[in-house]
C-alpha cells in the first residue's frame, strides 16, 4: 500500500495545482503535522531538476558527460578570447572552484577544452573550449532544443519566464542565506 501512494504521481489540489501524494505524506510526517508547503516546493524543484538532467544526460549521445560539466562546456563556447579562469567559471555556475577543477579535468579528458596559462598571470590558467567541444555542442543543441520543447510543453511563454523567475529567487535567498551564515559559498575557492 505504501508502495501506491508513493508511486501515484501528481494529483490536482482543490485550486487546480498539482503535487505529489507520496510527497506531502512523507513531508507530512517529517514536518511532524506543521505545514508542508516549502517543504512539497523543494521536493518539486529537486524532482523537476532531476528531470531535466536526466533528459541532457540521454541527450549527451552516452558521451557520460554531467551536466555540471555540460554547463562548463557550453560557458566556454560564449566565452571570449582567451577563455575563462576557474574562478570565472565557479562563480559563473555558482559552484566551487574546486568542483569546477574536476569538470574540467573531465572535458579535457574528452578533448572539449584546454587549459592554458594565463599570459597575464603566470599562476593563473585560462580554459578555452576545443574544435571538438565546439563539434560536440553543435551535436548536441538540437537534440537539447527537442527534449527542453518536450519537457516543457503546454508551457505558456509567460509561464517559463515565471518559472524561471520563481528557480533564481531561490537561488538568491539560498546565497542570501549563505552570505548570512558567513559561508564564502560557491566559487569561494
Known amino acids: 500500500m505504501v508502495k501506491d501512494v508513493h508511486d501515484s504521481g501528481p494529483v490536482a489540489d482543490a485550486d487546480g495545482h498539482l503535487y505529489d501524494p ?5 513531508m507530512g510526517a517529517f514536518a511532524g503535522g506543521g505545514d ?5 516546493a523543494a521536493a518539486a524543484v529537486r524532482s523537476a531538476a532531476q528531470a531535466v538532467d536526466r533528459l541532457r544526460a540521454h541527450g549527451a549521445g552516452g558521451r ?3 551536466s555540471g560539466a555540460l554547463d562548463v562546456l557550453a560557458r566556454l563556447a560564449g566565452a571570449p578570447e582567451p577563455g575563462l579562469s ?3 567559471l565557479a562563480r559563473g555556475g555558482g559552484v566551487s572552484s574546486r ?12 578533448h572539449l577544452a584546454r587549459r592554458t596559462q594565463d599570459r597575464d598571470d603566470r599562476r593563473s590558467v585560462r580554459v578555452t573550449i576545443t574544435p571538438e567541444g565546439r563539434a560536440w555542442l553543435d551535436a548536441f543543441r538540437d537534440p537539447t532544443r527537442r527534449a527542453m520543447a518536450a519537457v516543457f510543453r503546454g508551457f505558456s511563454p509567460e509561464e517559463l519566464a515565471a518559472f524561471r523567475h520563481l528557480c ?8 542570501q542565506l549563505e552570505q548570512h551564515l ?3 559559498g560557491p566559487g569561494a575557492d
Open 22 to 26: 507520496g510527497v506531502r505524506a512523507a
Open 36 to 40: 508542508t508547503l516549502a517543504l512539497e
Open 64 to 66: 557520460g558527460l554531467s
Open 86 to 88: 576557474i574562478g570565472e
Open 99 to 110: 568542483n569546477v577543477t574536476g569538470l574540467v579535468d573531465t572535458l579535457e579528458g574528452e
Open 168 to 175: 533564481l529567487r531561490v537561488v538568491a535567498n539560498q546565497r
Open 182 to 184: 558567513g559561508q564564502d
